[in-house]
T-cell receptor, first 116, second 111 residues
């Protein structure tokens, strides 16, 4: 199956700083990537859809100015958490559809963000 | 996309079949049923999907009722490594491609 990587796998930062998370598709071109957030013992919540060459589409309630998404190439999407606060501490996961008409998705391994 | 209902948790003895149910009574005719699982602190892993016919692959079998209002994921011989949260998702295959996850079933395989 398709391989999706994320970097870093975990990050600890101070409150008020910005953190960038990368999502890469390693063996195919991804025009679309999705970003999810998962708090402890909860399910994944879709945050936004990242589209190569255009603006991201955000889910209701997600602040686009706080969670900046850049999909600059067909293999890379980045999520920047700006002015991070402790409540932004979460597990961030990206995914991308992979071919075919039935489009099962492949997920990255996730990035654990801890804001102190 | 249709909502799904799954039991919160289940136990299964190692080596036995694990049968995970999912109700999707409002599913539309063009919505597929997808199953994913998430092992702790990892990204979700694709298991199987289907439209109306039963499906089988190297990981699992998917049984969809004739009226498509429910389905069952079967892990034929559960191992300890199958302990995970299992998500049943229904979605039209080409509608933006995003998945909306429900609460899933936490499966614990017991030695």
């Amino acid at each position: 199956g398709a391989v999706v990587s994320q970097h870093p796998s975990w990050v600890i930062c101070k409150s008020g700083t910005s953190v960038k998370i990368e999502c890469r598709s390693l063996d195919f071109q991804a025009t679309t990537m999705f970003w999810y957030r998962q708090f402890p013992k909860q399910s994944l919540m879709l945050m936004a859809t990242s589209n190569e060459g255009s603006k991201a589409t955000y889910e209701q309630g997600v602040e686009k100015d706080k969670f900046l998404i850049n999909h600059a190439s067909l293999t890379l999407s980045t999520l920047t958490v700006t002015s991070a606060h402790p409540e932004d501490s979460s597990f961030y996961i990206c995914s991308t559809p992979y071919g075919g008409t039935e489009n099962e998705q492949f997920f990255g391994p996730g990035t654990r963000l801890t804001v102190l | 996309d249709a909502k799904t209902t799954q039991p919160t948790s289940m136990d299964c003895a190692e080596g036995r079949a694990a049968n995970l149910p999912c109700n999707h009574s409002t599913i539309s005719g063009n919505e597929y049923v997808y199953w994913y699982r998430q092992i702790h602190s990892q990204g979700p892993q694709y298991i199987i999907h289907g439209l109306k016919n039963n499906e089988t692959n190297e990981m699992a079998s998917l049984i969809i009722t004739e009226d498509r209002k429910s389905s069952t994921l079967i892990l034929p011989h559960a191992t300890l490594r199958d302990t995970a949260v299992y998500y049943c998702i229904v979605r039209v295959s080409n509608t933006g491609n995003q998945f909306y996850f429900g609460t899933g079933t936490s499966l614990t395989v017991i030695p």
